[in-house]
């Protein structure tokens, strides 16, 4: 059985920002780890089955766009919530295009952010149960899974 608390992994190149950030989350119970490195965040993600991923748009090496692609493509049913002090109409237009369910804005209001991470962690779970319901029907007239 799963966890009943959302995992989720934060990646941002500002380290107090992160480090901040990953501790309010912590207090609240959820299942937290953090990284300051996109590469890093790509060995994380290969181990483990995160529900959300909290990342920072500009950081060197690789921005969140695209760092977030590459995760989809390990685990296409994770979440992701991008960051960024600067959001421009484009930056919201590509995150939607790269897949994240939301663009918020620096600072970060932690309240607001939870029930994000929240809510997008509980569509997970219904996703996952829905899959799980069509995979064990069983056809009538076959008898077959």
Not at 55 to 74: E, I, K, T, Y
Not at 78 to 91: D, F, K, Q, S
């Amino acid at each position: 059985m799963r966890n009943q608390l959302p995992s989720v992994l934060i990646v941002d190149d500002n380290r107090d920002f992160c480090d901040s950030l990953f501790d309010c989350i912590e207090a609240y119970g959820i299942d937290v780890n953090a990284t300051h490195d996109p590469a890093t965040a790509l060995h994380l993600i290969q181990s483990t089955d995160y529900d959300v991923a909290l990342l920072d748009f500009n950081m060197p090496g690789m921005n969140g766009l695209v760092l977030f692609s590459r995760m989809r493509q390990l685990h296409p049913k994770i979440h992701g919530i991008l960051m960024t002090a600067c959001v421009e109409t484009g930056i919201e237009q590509a995150a939607r295009q790269a897949g994240f369910r939301q663009v918020v804005s620096k600072p970060i209001d932690i309240g607001e952010l939870l029930l994000s991470v929240r809510s997008l962690w509980a569509r997970r779970r219904r996703m996952s149960a829905r899959r799980r319901q069509n995979d064990c029907r069983v056809d009538d007239e076959t008898h077959v899974m």
